[in-house]
């Protein structure tokens, strides 16, 4: 399983800016992938992401409305749209993926996945 992010930068409040993960090793058939954060002095957190059969996204509280995730089964890759981009938003953002499906009361704690690619910075600031 390997995973690659890509995207991130600084932008305005306001603003807009887009993630990109590349996996690959496994389908979206049989693991759960999505995008998490890390903001200093916090606990990584979950984002956005998909479980096996799922059709739409799951997104946190924090996000809704304002983040899309979406996926390309051809080409293995997991894309995060963030737009209204807040300072509150800026973190170290990793994409994780996990085998399985899990419910989703516990499918955005980053502590059930264990597969990382590496971190990108998402800054916000004006």
């Known amino acids: 399983v390997q995973l690659q992010a890509s995207g991130g930068g600084l932008a305005q409040p306001g603003g807009s800016l887009r993630l990109s993960c590349a996996f690959s090793?496994?389908?979206?058939?049989?693991?759960?992938i999505g995008w998490f954060r890390q903001a200093p002095g916090q606990e990584r957190e979950g984002v956005a992401l998909f479980r096996p059969g799922d059709g739409r996204a799951t997104y946190s509280e924090s996000v809704k409305g304002r983040f899309t995730l979406s996926r390309d089964n051809t080409k293995s890759t997991l894309t995060l749209q963030m737009n209204d981009l807040k300072p509150e938003d800026t973190a170290v953002y990793y994409c994780?993926?996990?085998?399985?499906?899990?419910?989703?009361?516990?499918?955005?704690?980053?502590?059930?996945?264990?597969?990382w690619g590496q971190g990108t910075q998402v800054t916000v600031s004006s």
């Open positions: 994780g993926a996990r085998a399985g499906r899990m419910a989703l009361s516990a499918a955005l704690f980053a502590t059930h996945y264990d597969h």
């Open positions: 090793g496994f389908t979206l058939r049989q693991y759960s």
